[in-house]
């Protein structure tokens, strides 16, 4: 019966770790950005702005649910008070730029009018019966 001792042990733990390391070694590095990681769909409209000068959007998408949708964008967010307040324009016009450069794509246009009918209808549940017309609630009184 063979005993091990403990620097042969040690030695062949070591020699196994470094194998380890040395396979682990050979994996390209990943980046350590903490950056958000970029879909497929957003480089490509990352690289074609890169090589053309963009195109100006046009006004409205050409698309009667989207359309609609934007335009009653404001109002029913505000009604359903989805967003702060403050928040609401950056987040509409982020909303109608990404809708009105999704109708000019080729490969994105035929599925946006599902898509706009899903945020209608998220927005719709949301809003839980009350009207996009409803008057701003008025703001509470801090002072006392």
Do not use: W
Request: charged share 15%.
């Amino acid at each position: 019966m063979k005993h091990f001792t403990v620097p042969r042990f040690a030695t062949a733990a070591c020699a196994g770790c470094a194998l380890l390391l040395a396979a682990c070694s050979q994996q390209p590095a990943r980046p350590t950005s903490s950056a958000p990681v970029r879909t497929h769909h957003h480089v490509h409209h990352l690289s074609s702005a890169a090589e053309t000068a963009p195109t100006p959007l046009p006004s409205r998408t050409g698309i009667p649910v989207c359309d609609a949708y934007l335009s009653t964008y404001i109002a029913c967010h505000r009604a359903a008070n989805i967003f702060a307040p403050d928040q609401l324009q950056s987040r509409y016009e982020t909303m109608r730029d990404s809708l009105l450069r999704d109708s000019q794509d080729p490969d994105i246009r035929p599925q946006l009018a599902n898509r706009c009918e899903s945020l209608q209808q998220s927005l719709h549940e949301a809003l839980h019966g009350k009207s996009c017309d409803a008057p701003l609630p008025m703001p509470s009184s801090s002072s006392h």
